[in-house]
C-alpha cells in the first residue's frame, strides 16, 4: 500500500449483487489488515474535501463521512451501485477516473497567496483499482494537481501475483495458473495488474514527497503460525472468503475477451484453484 476504469470501457469485473457483496465484505477485510483504521495517512483534523476513486459500492467513503462528519467526501465511479441513504456531508458521481478531471484547482489567490476552501483537495484515495486503472502514472499526476498544499494521496492496492510459502506442506499450482493467466490476459488489456510494484518511484515522478510504503500479505486460509498468528489467522479466513469469491469474476471476463478461453475453461480453472485454496496444505497469500 502507498500513501504519499478507463475511458468507460467495460470493467474487469461485473457488478452484480454476489459481486457488491464480495466489495463491501472486502472492506472489511481491509479494516481488519489496518488494525480498523480507514486510511494511514497522518491527516489534520482540517481535512476536508475528500475525493475517493472507484468508489464501488461506497462503503469506504460513508464510513469517512460518517467519523469525519467536517470533511465533504465525494466518491467517484463508473458503476451507479451505490446507495441512496447516505451521510450528509457524502456524495457520489458517476465519473471516469482516468479521463481529465474538472474539480476546482488549487490556485492561490493572486493577493493573499492562500488557496481558497472551496478549491483543491486535502485526501485523495484509491483502493483496489489495479485491474481497472490503465495509466496510473498520470493518475498520480492529477491527483497532485489537485490536492492542495500539505494534501495526501493513498493507494490501498495488490499485487495480483500468487505465492506460496517454501516450507508449504504443498505448493500451489493452480492458483498461480489462475494469477499468471489473468496477469497475462490484464497486459493485453492495457492493465498491468502488478502495478503497484512501481508505485514509489512513479509518485515521486508526480511530484509527492515523503512517499511511504506499507506491506500486508493476505494468506488465503488460517494456516499462519507465530507471534501475530491470531489476527493472521482470521485475516486468512476472510481474505480466503473474499479471494474464493473472486475468482470467477476476477477470471471470466478477462480470460474471455483477451484470450480466447471458453466458459467451461475459465469454470473448470476456478474450480481447481478453489479446490486447492480451500486446501490448508497450500499455504499460499497475496501481497497488498
Known amino acids: 500500500m502507498a500513501v504519499s476504469s478507463s ?4 470493467y474487469a469485473l461485473p457488478n452484480d449483487e454476489p459481486e457488491l457483496e464480495r466489495l463491501d465484505f472486502q472492506h ?3 479494516r481488519l489488515s489496518l488494525d480498523g483504521a480507514l486510511y494511514l495517512s ?10 475517493d476513486l472507484g468508489t464501488g459500492t461506497g462503503i469506504w ?21 451505490q446507495p441512496r441513504w447516505i451521510p450528509p456531508n457524502c456524495q457520489f458521481q458517476i465519473d471516469d477516473i482516468e479521463e481529465e478531471w474538472t474539480y ?16 483543491g ?39 495480483l501475483t500468487a505465492h506460496c510459502e517454501p516450507d508449504s506442506p504443498k505448493q500451489g499450482v493452480a492458483f498461480r495458473k489462475w494469477s499468471e493467466n489473468v496477469i497475462g490476459a490484464a497486459k493485453k488489456a492495457g492493465i498491468n495488474a502488478q ?3 512501481h508505485f514509489d518511484q512513479q509518485l515521486r515522478e508526480a511530484g509527492f514527497v515523503d512517499v511511504t510504503s506499507k506491506h500486508f500479505r493476505w494468506p488465503v486460509g488460517p494456516w499462519p503460525e507465530g507471534e501475530n498468528s491470531k489476527k493472521e489467522k482470521t485475516l486468512g479466513v476472510w481474505a480466503q472468503r473474499n479471494i474464493v469469491a473472486g475468482l470467477e469474476a476476477g477470471a471470466l471476463g478477462m480470460l474471455s475477451r483477451y484470450e480466447g478461453w471458453s466458459k467451461e475453461q475459465v469454470l473448470e480453472l ?15 497469500y497475496l501481497n497488498m
Open 104 to 119: 476546482p484547482l488549487p490556485i492561490p489567490d493572486p493577493t493573499s497567496g492562500e488557496v481558497s476552501g472551496a478549491r
Open 195 to 197: 502495478a503497484s510494484r
Open 7 to 10: 475511458s468507460l470501457d467495460p
Open 121 to 159: 483537495l486535502d485526501f485523495v484515495h484509491g483502493r483496489m483499482l489495479s485491474l481497472g486503472v490503465k495509466d496510473w502514472p498520470c493518475l498520480f499526476r492529477q491527483s497532485f494537481t489537485h490536492l492542495r498544499p500539505g494534501g495526501y494521496f493513498e493507494a490501498q492496492e495488490f499485487d
Open 270 to 284: 476456478v474450480r481447481e484453484a478453489r479446490e486447492e485454496m480451500l486446501d490448508m496444505e497450500f499455504h499460499q
Open 61 to 81: 467513503a460513508i464510513e469517512f463521512a460518517d467519523e469525519n462528519p467536517s470533511a465533504t467526501v465525494t466518491g467517484v465511479d463508473l458503476s451507479p451501485v
Open 28 to 30: 472489511r477485510v481491509w
Open 42 to 51: 497522518p491527516l489534520p483534523p482540517s481535512t476536508n474535501s475528500v475525493l
